[in-house]
Structures are given as C-alpha cells and as structure tokens.
T-cell receptor
Framework: GENVEQHPSTLSVQEGDSAVIKCTYS??????FPWYKQELGKRPQLIIDIRSNVGEKKDQRIAVTLNKTAKHFSLHITETQPEDSAVYFCAAIVYNNNDMRFGAGTRLTVKP | NAGVTQTPKFQVLKTGQSMTLQCAQDMNHEYMSWYRQDPGMGLRLIHYSVGAGITDQGEVPNGYNVSRSTTEDFPLRLLSAAPSQTSVYFCASSYDGYSWEQYFGPGTRLTVT
C-alpha cells in the first residue's frame, strides 16, 4: 500500500519567517494530496489540498506544490504567525482506493 | 448542522473488556472512516465505509469491527480491549470518494489498563 513520509518532525521558526514541510509518497497512482492542521487537543482540519493534474495551489499565506516525477509534495507557509503553531499532517490517496495514508506529522512552533 | 459527533470523549477500559465507540454525522456523507492517532505515527485508517451496508478494512483493522446500517452512523467496536489499543480515535466523513475533504469528529481518548 501507499507509504507517506513527512519531514521534518519538528520545526521552529520566528514570527514572519516562512515554513516548509515536505512529504514523499510511494504509490505513483496517488492523485489527491491534502494537508491537515491539528491544534493541541483539537480535531484535524483540512487547510489545503492538491490534485495530481495541478503543480501548485495557493490560498493566501499557504501554498502546496506537487512534483509527480519525484513523488513529493510540500506545504509552504509564508509570513508565519503564532496562531500557525500546530501539528501539520500530509496525506495521499489513490482516487477510488478509499485508503488515505497520512504522514507522521510536523509540529510547527512559531515564536513571537 | 452538528457535523461529525463522537461519544464518549474519554473512556478507560480494562484488558479484555469490549465497548463501542459511537460516531454520527448529519451531512448526508456517503464516506465514513475511523482512524487512530498515536504519538509520532500520524493518523492510521482502521476501517471505512463507502455507504450504508458497505465496509472495508484499512491499514490497522485487527481487533476492531464496524458496521454501517444507516448513512448517519458508523460505530466502532473493540472486541477484547488490549493495552496496545490505547489511543485517540477519530471518526471522519466526506461527501464522496472524489471530493475527499474529510470532516473529523472531536475524538475519543481511550485508555486500556
């Protein structure tokens, strides 16, 4: 089955800096790649996603890029704010496979 | 809409006990799933359902059973609890297999002693 690896496991940045989290996947048939944010003690919530027919997607300070050849995708957060502090999870799935695999998570800390 | 609800929020079981974690959604979503979350391991899929009467195994199904008699409800049963099942359990739902935005419930923290 699909295997998703996520790096780094922890990331600390100064407020206003950029943060980048990277994920690799093993199944070249995977075609949907979401990113979830989980604040302490809360449920995961989708923040952005990308499908395999798109190379990049932006939503205000958040962007995701996808390199299908290398089988990796990345989350970019610009102008980080303390409220961006959370655990971020990437995931990958093959459409119609129904078995979504998540990375192990990255704990992002934004220092004021 | 209440979204995805889960009960109980916390539960302590003794080894060998059985119990059912409840999950319900009021968004008329076809797809529902159960994940467990352990430190450093992300979310791992236990079982999922693509509609009433249809269930299938995910990555870590052993020790758990599910059923889907209605669109709204998707209970997870622990047959004989083991300490290795100590975890936080999340139920999630999405409209269908294409849109794929999963809405998670608030979670159930289960401790097995």
């Amino acid at each position: 089955g699909e295997n998703v690896e996520q790096h780094p496991s922890t990331l600390s940045v100064q407020e206003g800096d950029s943060a980048v989290i990277k994920c690799t996947y093993s199944d070249s048939a995977s075609n949907y790649f979401p990113w979830y944010k989980q604040e302490l003690g809360k449920r995961p919530q989708l923040i952005i996603d990308i499908r395999s027919n798109v190379g990049e997607k932006k939503d205000q300070r958040i962007a995701v890029t996808l390199n299908k050849t290398a089988k990796h995708f990345s989350l970019h957060i610009t102008e980080t704010q303390p409220e961006d502090s959370a655990v971020y999870f990437c995931a990958a799935i093959v459409y119609n496979n129904n078995d979504m695999r998540f990375g192990a998570g990255t704990r992002l800390t934004v220092k004021p | 809409n209440a979204g995805v609800t889960q009960t109980p929020k916390f539960q302590v079981l003794k080894t060998g006990q059985s119990m059912t974690l409840q999950c319900a959604q009021d968004m008329n979503h076809e797809y529902m799933s159960w994940y467990r979350q352990d430190p450093g391991m992300g979310l791992r899929l236990i079982h999922y359902s693509v509609g009433a009467g249809i269930t299938d195994q995910g990555e870590v199904p052993n020790g758990y059973n599910v059923s889907r008699s209605t669109t709204e409800d998707f209970p997870l049963r622990l047959l004989s609890a083991a300490p290795s099942q100590t975890s936080v359990y999340f139920c999630a739902s999405s409209y269908d297999g294409y849109s794929w935005e999963q809405y998670f419930g608030p979670g159930t923290r289960l401790t097995v002693t």
